[in-house]
């Protein structure tokens, strides 16, 4: 999943950043309002993480505009102010959630994550492939049928490995860039050897133990359910 950091505290911004992708999640940081404004509105994030007293544009306006747009990406707001006037005017403008300064990084995991797992409950997590079995919410892949109890066999994937799989399986049947990929699972920033997806997509088809995953030659790849 990717995420969006508008902090104007370049030291918190890339902690946060540097842990949640620790985490598993593709981070984008940016450190004023206009540039986060612009970030949330042209790209394609799962959550926004915004401070409130930010140069050019305000957390409250930066949110409220895009509220305004139709964009229902979940925002969880930092501000270093406290009192419940502040926290209801936050989430008046569409926030939702709010952190105080400061706060406990785990805290603000646990945050995040439940704003996830919120967004993933409007549609159905679980996806299934063939014999596979793709909840995108427990972030599991199961085949199904492979264990004496008839509960399946986990199949075991790290965080990068799923992330991938989890573009695919989002979009089955229709062909998703390497460009694509790489934007989401790892972030826009970057500029490692563009390789890696065909590394990630090869160890992918060795562990589900299917050809499911075509490469489009000069297009990228395709998820197709065996019939």
């Not at 007293?53 to 964009?71: E, F, H, I, K």
């Not at 008839?150 to 089955?172: D, P, S, W």
């Amino acid at each position: 999943m990717r995420l969006l950091i508008v902090e104007d505290e370049k030291r918190l911004a890339l902690s946060l950043a540097k842990g949640l992708t620790a985490e598993g999640y593709a981070v984008d940081v940016v450190h004023d309002g206009v540039d986060g404004l612009h970030r949330a509105t042209e790209g394609t994030y799962d959550l926004v993480i915004l401070d409130i007293m930010l140069p050019g544009m305000n957390g409250y306006r930066v949110c409220s505009t895009l509220r305004a747009a139709g964009n229902d990406v979940p925002i969880l707001m930092l501000t270093a102010k406290d009192g419940e006037y502040d926290e209801a005017e936050g989430l008046d403008t569409g926030a939702d959630d709010y952190l105080t300064k400061p706060f406990s990084y785990v805290v603000l995991v646990a945050r995040v994550k439940a704003l996830l797992r919120r967004r993933a409950a409007a549609p159905s997590p679980v996806h299934r492939i063939g014999d596979l079995r793709i909840d995108t919410a427990a972030r599991r892949v199961v085949r199904e049928g492979g264990a004496a109890d008839g509960g399946g066999t986990e199949i075991a994937l790290t965080a990068k490995e799923f992330a991938v799989l989890e573009q695919l399986v989002l979009r089955t049947g229709q062909v998703v860039s390497k460009a694509e990929i790489l934007e989401h699972v790892w972030d826009f920033a970057y500029e490692g050897d563009p390789n890696i997806v065909e590394v990630y997509v090869s160890t992918l088809r060795r562990k589900l133990g299917a050809p499911l995953i075509k490469t489009v030659r000069g297009a990228g790849y395709r998820l197709e359910a065996p019939r």
